[in-house]
């Protein structure tokens, strides 16, 4: 592993735990050339995901922007990190399973959509807000009253 501080090729792994849920191996490394300290998780990757959009354009799956896009949802909502990295990587494992390496948008925000509405219901209309592309408040108001109208 490459030092993130000075570049040097050759790290060392000083301590090693399995993360909460055991999906993810936490590093504690040391740098023998600048003696800077870093962390690193490792995690089982089960196929290489490529992400089809709707200009049909294809970039690599990144977890880190499905984070990010979750994140952003839940800001400010009495969600903790942790809650959110298991829902990234809940996501990141049903689309590995799926037996596609090419993944459409489409499916992903769905899956999201579908996530965000068990967890919280603000961000699950922020995101949809976002996905959905409203344009106007009843957009909003539709879309909300369906949520109403679906819990009856």
């Known amino acids: 592993m490459r030092c993130p501080f000075c570049g040097h090729d050759d790290t060392q792994v000083k301590d ?11 590093r504690r490394r040391l740098c023998p050339e ?17 992400v089809t959009k709707s200009n049909g354009d294809k970039t690599p ?6 984070l990010r896009s ?13 809650r959110m990295e298991r829902v990234a990587n809940g996501i990141q494992r049903r689309l590995e399973t799926l037996g596609e390496n090419e993944i459409p948008t489409k499916v992903i925000g769905e899956m999201v959509m579908e996530a965000l509405s068990e967890l919280d219901q603000v961000a699950f209309v922020r995101f949809a807000s976002v996905y959905r592309n409203f344009r106007e408040a009843k957009d909003f108001e539709a879309f909300v009253g369906k949520l109403g109208s679906d819990n009856d």
């Open 16 to 26: 090693s735990r399995p993360t909460e849920e055991n999906a993810t191996i936490r």
């Open 34 to 50: 600048c003696s800077s300290r870093f962390t690193t998780f490792e995690r089982v990757q089960l196929r290489e995901l490529s």
């Open 61 to 66: 799956f990144d977890r880190e922007k499905l």
């Open 70 to 82: 979750l994140k952003i949802a839940l800001r400010k909502r009495p969600v903790d990190e942790d």
